[in-house]
């Protein structure tokens, strides 16, 4: 991905709301398949790591990354930003 497409992305998750929200259990394997369908419906989505998670929300991340096969676009805070283009729902059209 390129630090346009990166970017472009950043704006469109401005003004999404987050639809997950990571706690004190941390990733479970229902949470990551919760995850991959969400990303194959909207393409896009924003999680929100809460202050009982004891993990970062960097590593958080960049493991959701890797389970879910997605780009981390970013992570500001306790916030992870992932796209991961869909196959049957494509609705984002990358620069």
Same mark, same amino acid.
């Given at each position: 991905? %390129? !630090?346009?497409?990166?970017?472009y &992305?950043? $704006? +469109? @998750? %401005?003004? *999404? #709301?987050?639809i997950?929200?990571? $706690?004190?259990?941390?990733? %479970?394997?229902?949470?990551?398949?919760g995850i991959?369908e @969400? +990303? #194959?419906?909207?393409e896009? *989505?924003? *999680? !929100?790591?809460l202050?009982?998670?004891?993990?970062?929300?960097? #590593? &958080?991340?960049?493991i959701l $990354?890797e389970?879910? /096969?997605?780009?981390?676009?970013?992570v500001? $805070?306790k916030?992870i930003? +992932?796209y991961?283009?869909?196959?049957? /729902?494509?609705?984002?059209?990358l620069?």
């Open positions: 991905m %390129t !630090s346009k497409q990166r970017a &992305l950043r $704006g +469109l @998750a %401005t003004n *999404i #709301e987050p997950y929200q990571i $706690g004190k259990a941390s990733l %479970t394997p229902e949470f990551v398949i991959e @969400a +990303l #194959e419906k909207r896009l *989505i924003k *999680i !929100s790591v202050k009982n998670c004891m993990d970062d929300p960097k #590593e &958080l991340a960049q $990354g389970r879910t /096969h997605s780009q981390v676009v970013q500001i $805070g916030k930003v +992932l991961k283009e869909s196959k049957e /729902h494509k609705k984002i059209m620069p």
